[in-house]
């Protein structure tokens, strides 16, 4: 898991949450604002064009939700301009 330096991710109680998920923790740089840019870019995307459209019922139900959108349209049919107009999978 990939994140900043704020308190809440350098915290004992999380450092223990991740180690007992089995997750290795990676930081940003010290003041190096983008280091996380791309995952902050698509998750206001993701939530411009997903999250905010929909009403979910449950927790299951977002989860597939989110997944259906990240691998069938997010990662197959949305271009992207960073990337000379193809979609991840036409640059893969």
Same mark, same amino acid.
Request: hydrophobic share 30%.
């Given at each position: 898991?990939?994140?900043?330096?704020?308190?809440? @991710?350098?915290?004992?109680?999380? /450092?223990? %949450?991740?180690?007992?998920? !089995? &997750?290795?923790?990676?930081?940003?740089? !010290?003041?190096?604002?983008?280091?996380?840019?791309?995952?902050?870019?698509?998750? %206001?995307?993701? !939530? !411009?064009? /997903?999250?905010?459209?929909?009403?979910? &019922?449950?927790?299951?139900?977002?989860?597939?939700?989110?997944?259906? @959108?990240? /691998?069938?349209?997010?990662?197959?049919?949305? &271009?992207?301009?960073? &990337?000379? @107009?193809?979609?991840?999978?036409?640059? /893969?």
């Amino acid at each position: 898991m990939h994140t900043d330096l704020g308190s809440q @991710y350098t915290s004992e109680d999380f /450092e223990v %949450a991740l180690k007992e998920a !089995k &997750i290795q923790q990676s930081f940003s740089r !010290k003041g190096c604002p983008y280091d996380n840019a791309c995952v902050e870019s698509f998750h %206001a995307t993701l !939530k !411009k064009e /997903e999250v905010y459209q929909t009403s979910y &019922i449950d927790f299951e139900t977002a989860r597939l939700a989110l997944f259906n @959108y990240i /691998e069938s349209w997010y990662n197959r049919r949305r &271009i992207h301009g960073a &990337i000379h @107009y193809l979609t991840p999978q036409q640059l /893969e």
